[in-house]
């Protein structure tokens, strides 16, 4: 059993959670080290203001650094309590977790190696196919966080949804404000933002399926392949609370992901545009739950070089003193 987690365990926990996906890598989080506990905050001034007005998918981006946390903490032999949300009227105050001691997780190494490892590939998959026994393996390893995870396979429900992604980034294409602000976060610092050659990387208009459109392709393609795995995470309620499990899911079914070799890519147009989350919501859900995240899901080539990371924002910058 190990002793009670001195400040500079607090200070790792804080650097692997920040290894979290966020949009756009705006990595919108502060956190505060008060003896054994650590405090969440969401940053707004990092709030991409056209495109995530609510401050959507800036929840989820913490809720993916949260669990970061927490795989984190278990790998280095510490028992996370968690409470969300903890204080009433602060809704910037996403989480309190309070520390102890407890035995490393038996998989520690693989768990700190997938925190290490996973990022956003945004290169071609290969036709290998996603069966849907994985997918739906995949989808169960994010379903204790009170988040619906469902593998879209029939292909009736594809073809609506490729079609509602290609409106999405219709309309996104067509606002003059939303495109600059996402220009603005390429290349933004050599802290955070997306590395060109991130954007680059993927290809023709798969690319443009996650969200970037550098170059135009000559040939569009469909934004998804018919051999991609497709899951889409939904909740109960449209709320802080659960923007915030979304992201805590999300981040468990990619770090699973990332430890069986699979590559996952976001696709948020789709529910980052009001006119296409609402179809999204009441035609394709039938009004039932709320969709919060679309992903594909697939295989990159075996032997295939490393991704190059993005970067993260030095650890001093993000904790509150
Ligand atoms: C809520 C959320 C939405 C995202 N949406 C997209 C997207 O639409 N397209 C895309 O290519 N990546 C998307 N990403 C991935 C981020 O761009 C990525 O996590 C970030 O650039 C950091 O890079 P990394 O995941 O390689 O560490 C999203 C990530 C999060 C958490």
Redesign the pocket.
């Known amino acids: 059993m190990s002793a009670r987690p001195g400040p500079a365990t607090l200070r790792r926990i804080v650097e692997l959670a920040c ?1 979290a ?5 705006t990595q919108p989080w502060l956190w505060r080290v008060t003896g054994s506990r650590l405090d969440l905050y969401a940053d707004p001034t990092r709030q991409l203001v056209v495109a995530d007005r609510d401050g959507r ?1 800036l929840t ?2 913490c809720g ?1 650094a949260l669990h970061h946390a927490q795989v984190a903490a278990g790998a280095l032999g510490l028992q996370a309590y968690v409470r969300r949300l903890p204080v009433a009227g602060n809704p910037r105050h996403l989480a309190s977790l309070e520390l102890t001691p407890r035995r490393r997780s038996s998989h520690a190494e693989a768990e700190l190696r997938a925190l290490e490892r ?3 590939d ?1 290169r071609r998959f290969t036709a290998w196919p996603m069966t849907e026994e994985r997918l739906t393996a995949l989808a169960g390893s994010a379903s204790t966080w009170a988040v619906h995870v469902t593998p879209v396979t029939d292909v009736a429900t594809r073809v609506r949804l490729e079609l509602l992604v290609s409106r999405a980034m219709a309309l996104q294409d067509a606002d003059p404000r939303l495109t600059a602000e996402q220009q603005r976060w390429i290349d933004h610092s050599p802290v955070d933002g ?1 590395p060109s050659s ?1 954007v680059r990387s993927g290809c023709g208009r798969r690319l443009r399926a ?3 459109d550098h170059p135009v392709p000559a040939e569009p393609e469909e934004p998804m392949q018919s051999t991609d795995g497709v899951l889409l995470l939904s909740t109960d309620a449209d709320d802080p609370a659960a923007w915030l499990r979304t ?1 805590e899911a ?1 981040s468990a079914l990619w770090l699973r992901a990332t430890t069986e070799g699979l590559s996952v ?5 789709v529910v980052e545009v009001a006119e296409t989350r609402s179809v999204l919501h009441h035609d394709l859900l039938g009004g039932r739950v709320v969709p919060q ?1 679309l992903l594909r899901i697939g295989w990159q080539e075996i032997g295939r070089s490393e991704f190059p ?2 970067p993260r924002r030095p650890v001093d910058d993000v904790i509150l003193r």
Request: overall charge positive; charged content about 15%.
């Open positions: 290894r996906p966020s949009v756009h890598n998918n989820i981006s993916a996973r990022s956003t945004r997306i991130a996650s969200r970037f992201g999300l890519v976001p696709l948020s147009q995240a990371r993005t």
